[in-house]
C-alpha cells in the first residue's frame, strides 16, 4: 500500500468546522484520487457547497484587499458558485451521455465545489494561474473516479464543458469570462 493511501481523506463536516476544512482542503489537493474514491457520492449539496463558499470567499476578501475591491469578491464568490452549478449541469450531461458514466448531477457538483481547495491561491498572481491548472487534474481525477472514466474520457468531458462554457459565454457577451 502506497504511503499516501493510509492517509484519512474525509468529507467536509460542518459540525467539525475548523478541522474537517483543513483536513478536506489537504485531501483534495495532496491526494486528490484516494479523495474522489472514498467521497460520498449523494449526501446533500451543503457539505461540498460550504467548503466551497469558504475557499472562494478566502480569494474574494484577499482579491478585494488586494485591489479587486467589491467586483473581485462578488465575482470570487457569487459568480463562481453560480457557474459552478451550471458546469455541473454540462459536465454531468458530457459523463453520462457521450461516454457511459455511473456518476450523478451531485455527484458532478460535488466534484466542482472540492475542486475550489484551489481556489485560496487564486489572488496570488501567476500562483492563481498554476492552481487553477492544477484544478483541472483535480477535477478530471474527480471525474475519473465518480463517473469510473478513464483518463482520456475524463479529459474529454474536460476539454468539452470548458468549450462549452466559453461559447456560452462570448453568446451572453463576453462577460463569463473575458470581463466586461
Excluded at 502506497?2 to 489537493?29: H, I, Q, R, Y
Excluded at 491561491?121 to 473516479?145: D, K
Excluded at 463517473?147 to 464543458?161: E, H, Q
Amino acid at each position: 500500500m502506497d504511503e499516501m493511501d493510509k492517509v484519512a481523506v474525509n468529507e467536509f463536516d460542518p459540525s467539525n468546522f475548523l478541522s474537517s476544512l483543513w483536513e478536506t482542503w489537504k485531501g483534495v489537493l495532496i491526494n486528490p484520487p484516494l479523495f474522489f474514491r472514498q467521497m460520498p457520492r449523494e449526501g446533500g449539496f451543503l457539505p461540498p457547497a460550504l467548503f466551497m463558499l469558504v475557499c472562494l470567499g478566502g480569494d474574494g476578501l484577499l482579491k478585494a484587499i488586494f485591489g479587486g475591491g467589491f467586483r473581485g469578491f462578488f465575482s470570487a464568490v457569487v459568480g463562481t458558485t453560480l457557474m459552478t452549478f451550471l458546469v455541473a449541469a454540462v459536465l454531468y450531461l458530457f459523463s453520462t451521455q457521450l461516454f457511459p458514466g455511473k456518476g450523478s448531477y451531485e455527484g458532478s457538483f460535488r466534484i466542482l465545489a472540492y475542486t475550489n481547495a484551489v481556489s485560496v491561491f487564486g489572488w496570488i498572481p501567476a500562483v492563481g494561474t498554476l492552481a487553477a491548472l492544477y484544478g483541472i487534474y483535480i477535477a478530471a481525477r474527480g471525474i475519473m473516479e465518480v463517473f469510473s472514466l478513464d483518463r482520456g474520457k475524463a479529459g474529454v468531458v474536460i476539454i468539452l464543458t470548458a468549450l462549452v462554457m466559453v461559447v456560452l459565454s462570448l453568446l451572453l457577451g463576453g462577460g463569463m469570462f473575458f470581463g466586461r
